[in-house]
């Protein structure tokens, strides 16, 4: 009996430190999701008539939403791959023992601790045709200058938005290298495995549920990106780079139709958890046990 007393003492201690947290989510998170998901049904200048599920079905049968769905799956794709290879290759080139290994750790981090928009208007002043700096380069170089952002402006922003988040991802993987027992790569050096075995047969296997939560978060970092369409390209050329959550932006704020907007909005929160289930399912599946 006083076991139980002092379990429900203890309870109450913890949602007691807890309810801050409970409170700031339910104000700023949940209740502002249950009004998009309100207003989803709704239409009008106010949205103040209902529509049912009549604005879903408009969103799904419009080509311009799909179009920047698909924008968007192409852009998460660069992200989540570049993400994946590049965070994994600096990480193992930051592993060895080699001097200022500090130091270039913290110059990868900074772009990640910096704000979308300083990043945005950085790369956009880089990038721009008559007055960016990479083209001056090329003309002192003498080689030509370039459009980046009308060539291929869906792979500038991917890389832009990897050159920012690289560092992250790099310290989830030298964190999963670390938590790997050097006992293993000795084992396997004994047995006569080179490096490249090492690596395919121990490094990666083990780095799995640090892979799983790297691409988690990158889907779900890539199908949310906004700043790097709105500030960089403005969604263009034309709608090349029409991200859809940019696309939401421009219906809600430039059409004021904040019903339709909302249906986008629950619509593309739907796929991102969606997403995020088959991953975190097939990275269960996948899981090695040592």
Request: no cysteine.
């Amino acid at each position: 009996m006083r076991a139980r007393t002092l379990q429900g003492r203890y309870a109450r201690t913890a949602y007691l430190f807890l309810l801050p947290a409970i409170l700031f989510f339910a104000a700023f998170f949940y209740l502002p999701i249950g009004n998009v998901v309100a207003t989803s049904f709704r239409t009008g200048p106010m949205a103040d008539q209902w529509t049912g599920l009549g604005k879903y079905s408009q969103a799904l049968a419009d080509p311009a939403v799909q179009h920047s769905f698909l924008v968007t799956a192409g852009f998460s794709v660069m992200v989540v791959a570049g993400s994946i290879v590049l965070g994994l290759a600096l990480a193992l080139a930051i592993d060895q023992p080699l001097r200022g290994r500090v130091v270039f750790r913290v110059v990868l981090l900074v772009p990640y601790l910096t704000s979308v928009a300083i990043v945005g208007l950085l790369w956009r002043n880089i990038l721009d045709p008559e007055l960016g700096v990479l083209n001056r380069v090329l003309m002192a170089a003498g080689l030509p200058t370039q459009q980046w952002l009308n060539t291929a402006p869906l792979l500038t922003i991917a890389a832009v938005t990897l050159w920012q988040s690289v560092g992250y991802t790099m310290v989830l993987f030298l964190a999963g290298l670390q938590g790997i027992p050097e006992t293993y790569h000795e084992a396997a050096k004994i047995d006569g495995a080179d490096a490249w075995r090492r690596f395919w047969r121990i490094t990666l296997p083990l780095l799995a549920p640090t892979t799983l939560f790297v691409s988690v978060m990158a889907v779900i970092s890539g199908l949310q990106a906004f700043g790097q369409a709105y500030i960089i390209t403005g969604g263009g050329p034309g709608d090349a780079t029409d991200l859809s959550v940019f696309h939401i932006f421009n219906v809600a704020f430039r059409t004021r139709d904040f019903g339709y907007s909302s249906a986008q909005s629950v619509l593309l929160l739907i796929v991102i958890v969606v997403f995020t289930v088959i991953q975190l399912r097939a990275g269960r599946r996948g899981e090695v046990t040592y």
